[in-house]
């Protein structure tokens, strides 16, 4: 798999009906049912971990393109990638509206309405949507498209500079728990400046490692200062009566958390879904003859009521075909737990169950414990697949002090951490002379050490930095 990540990508969102690409549209395709469902559940999850302390909106998808316009950093790092609506039906349009490539400028002015006092704030959205770039990089499903059809971004004004700093905090451990949640291993870097959002003071990301080595960022958080507040006069009244710029931020993740869920699980079988957002958790396939038929089904129905009575997603395979094939679409799909079912298992009160991830065959006894003994192989499951897959992202990262060995580490499928001096013109130029991107500063030095940058060895180090392929 490892390589050729790309075709193995490509035949698995086809073969387990998750995306269909053929749409006429370059970087826009369909949700297909089963991809649909992993979706599903992959909100509901975030939706839980958001509403507990952000509400969620719905804004229009237009933007009038003077709204659009305003902030001038932020425009010019979209203008290549906007889609514009022109015309209603033959007549132009008056003022051409942008579709959404993001929300600031569609919520903002919103905001400048909606805000007056300090007792507004902090106010807390968040909308789920579909958001449009017209990229020019090759584009992918689900990891580099045209239309994001899953946009979840996060919007907040507060009072204080302090209070923007302590909402980024906030939305990374909650990212953080989101992706553990998932079991997907990511590395956390504050961007380089020529890599920060548009509008930005910093950007906050989230990356995680591909199969092929190459890394995908999957969720970014931004503290916006008070850029935003000035250019849509965004304003309250605070206790003594000053009137003050509100202090902002903004988080979003895309349709690439799927792609680096089944990127980071999948096998040569195919999908190895966190059972979270497994649409199936366990899978009964009864193997049936002419003789005991009956009872096999029955005590398959029976299972299902009691594993469900403990909140598990269970469906009886009972379809007229081999249990071999059975087995192979187990085995693409990705379900969790697999258990089996057939005349002598039921004479000996057993079952046997197996995890997608493990293949081996355990015998449960056909009592009382068996869901206990179920969710336990499940959470078991789960705790293996984030390991495996923290266990690969670890041993990709590699450390060196040499700028020589940083093309071979990243050609052999790695990413680098190395020693940096933080300065701009500095970085932009270790990116020049290997060809990789900095994906930014990962931890802070003492900076009584001693160390020097890696590329000027005159120069102190202030920081571990990463370097790497990037989607
Ligand atoms: C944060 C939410 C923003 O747009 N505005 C509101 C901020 N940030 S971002 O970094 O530009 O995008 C957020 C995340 O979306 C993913 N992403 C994409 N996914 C698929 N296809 C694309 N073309 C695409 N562009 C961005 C990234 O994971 C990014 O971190």
């Given at each position: 798999?490892?390589?050729?990540?790309?075709?193995?990508?490509?035949n698995?969102?086809?073969?387990?009906?998750?995306?269909?690409?053929?749409?006429?549209?370059?970087?826009?395709?369909?949700?297909?049912p089963?991809?649909?469902q992993?979706?599903?559940?992959?909100?509901?999850?975030?939706?839980?971990?958001?509403?507990?302390?952000?509400?969620?909106?719905?804004?229009?998808?237009?933007?009038?393109?003077?709204?659009?316009?305003?902030?001038?950093?932020?425009?010019?790092?979209?203008?290549?990638?906007?889609?514009?609506?022109?015309?209603?039906?033959?007549?132009?349009?008056?003022?051409?509206?942008?579709?959404?490539?993001?929300?600031?400028?569609?919520?903002?002015?919103?905001?400048?309405?909606w805000?007056?006092?300090?007792?507004?704030?902090?106010?807390?959205?968040?909308?789920?949507?579909?958001?449009?770039?017209?990229?020019?990089?090759?584009t992918?499903?689900?990891?580099?498209?045209?239309?994001?059809?899953?946009?979840?971004?996060?919007?907040?004004?507060?009072?204080?500079?302090?209070?923007?700093?302590?909402?980024?905090?906030?939305?990374?451990?909650?990212?953080?728990?989101?992706?553990?949640?998932?079991?997907?291993?990511?590395?956390?870097?504050?961007?380089p400046?020529?890599?920060?959002?548009?509008?930005?003071?910093?950007?906050?990301?989230?990356?995680?490692?591909?199969?092929?080595?190459?890394t995908?960022?999957?969720?970014?958080?931004?503290?916006?200062?008070?850029?935003?507040?000035?250019?849509f006069?965004?304003?309250f009244?605070?206790?003594?009566?000053?009137?003050?710029?509100?202090?902002?931020?903004?988080?979003?993740?895309?349709?690439?958390?799927?792609?680096?869920?089944?990127?980071?699980?999948?096998?040569?079988?195919?999908?190895?879904?966190?059972?979270?957002?497994?649409?199936?958790?366990?899978?009964?396939i009864?193997?049936?003859?002419?003789?005991?038929?009956e009872?096999?089904?029955?005590?398959?129905?029976?299972?299902?009521?009691?594993?469900?009575s403990v909140?598990?997603?269970v469906?009886?395979?009972?379809?007229d075909?081999?249990?071999?094939?059975?087995?192979?679409?187990?085995?693409?799909?990705?379900t969790?737990?697999?258990?089996?079912?057939?005349?002598?298992?039921?004479?000996?009160?057993?079952?046997?169950?197996?995890?997608?991830?493990?293949?081996?065959?355990?015998?449960?006894p056909?009592?009382?414990?068996?869901?206990?003994?179920?969710?336990d192989?499940i959470?078991?499951?789960d705790?293996?697949?984030?390991?495996?897959?923290?266990?690969?992202?670890?041993?990709?990262?590699?450390f060196?002090?040499?700028?020589?060995?940083?093309?071979?580490?990243?050609?052999?499928?790695?990413?680098?951490?190395?020693?940096?001096?933080?300065?701009?013109e500095?970085?932009?130029?270790?990116?020049?002379?290997?060809?990789?991107?900095?994906?930014?500063?990962?931890?802070e030095l003492?900076?009584?050490?001693?160390?020097k940058?890696?590329?000027?060895?005159?120069?102190?180090?202030?920081?571990?930095?990463?370097?790497?392929?990037?989607?």
């Open positions: 798999m490892v390589e050729n990540f790309s075709e193995w990508f490509h698995i969102l086809e073969e387990a009906n998750i995306t269909d690409s053929r749409y006429p549209v370059k970087g826009m395709a369909i949700w297909m089963y991809g649909f992993i979706r599903k559940y992959t909100l509901e999850l975030l939706k839980e971990l958001l509403d507990k302390d952000n509400e969620e909106v719905l804004f229009p998808m237009l933007i009038p393109e003077t709204e659009l316009a305003k902030e001038g950093e932020h425009v010019k790092g979209f203008e290549d990638e906007v889609y514009w609506v022109t015309k209603g039906g033959q007549k132009d349009l008056n003022e051409q509206l942008a579709l959404r490539p993001t929300s600031e400028t569609a919520i903002y002015p919103m905001y400048s309405l805000i007056r006092s300090h007792i507004d704030l902090p106010i807390k959205y968040y909308q789920i949507v579909n958001t449009f770039r017209y990229e020019t990089k090759h992918r499903p689900l990891i580099r498209v045209r239309e994001i059809s899953t946009f979840k971004e996060a919007h907040t004004a507060h009072a204080t500079k302090q209070e923007a700093k302590e909402q980024v905090d906030e939305y990374i451990e909650l990212y953080k728990e989101f992706f553990n949640n998932l079991g997907i291993p990511y590395l956390i870097s504050d961007r400046s020529w890599d920060k959002f548009p509008g930005a003071d910093y950007t906050m990301a989230f990356d995680t490692i591909m199969p092929d080595g190459k995908l960022q999957i969720g970014t958080i931004h503290n916006l200062g008070q850029t935003f507040a000035k250019t006069d965004i304003t009244e605070d206790k003594d009566g000053e009137h003050k710029y509100v202090y902002q931020t903004c988080a979003g993740l895309s349709d690439r958390v799927i792609a680096a869920m089944i990127a980071n699980h999948g096998d040569e079988k195919g999908l190895r879904l966190p059972s979270m957002v497994a649409p199936t958790q366990v899978t009964i009864p193997i049936l003859f002419k003789k005991g038929r009872e096999v089904l029955s005590k398959c129905m029976e299972i299902k009521k009691n594993l469900e909140g598990l997603r469906k009886i395979d009972d379809r075909i081999r249990p071999g094939k059975k087995f192979y679409d187990w085995e693409l799909k990705g969790p737990i697999k258990i089996e079912l057939g005349p002598r298992d039921l004479e000996n009160n057993i079952t046997i169950a197996m995890r997608r991830d493990k293949l081996e065959k355990v015998e449960l056909l009592d009382d414990s068996l869901a206990d003994n179920i969710l192989l959470e078991k499951y705790e293996d697949l984030k390991t495996t897959s923290w266990k690969f992202l670890e041993d990709h990262v590699i060196t002090t040499n700028l020589d060995e940083i093309q071979e580490l990243i050609e052999s499928g790695n990413v680098v951490s190395f020693n940096w001096c933080g300065d701009d500095c970085g932009k130029e270790i990116e020049e002379k290997t060809g990789y991107d900095i994906l930014g500063i990962y931890e003492d900076g009584e050490s001693g160390i940058c890696i590329n000027n060895n005159q120069e102190e180090a202030k920081y571990i930095a990463l370097i790497a392929k990037t989607y």
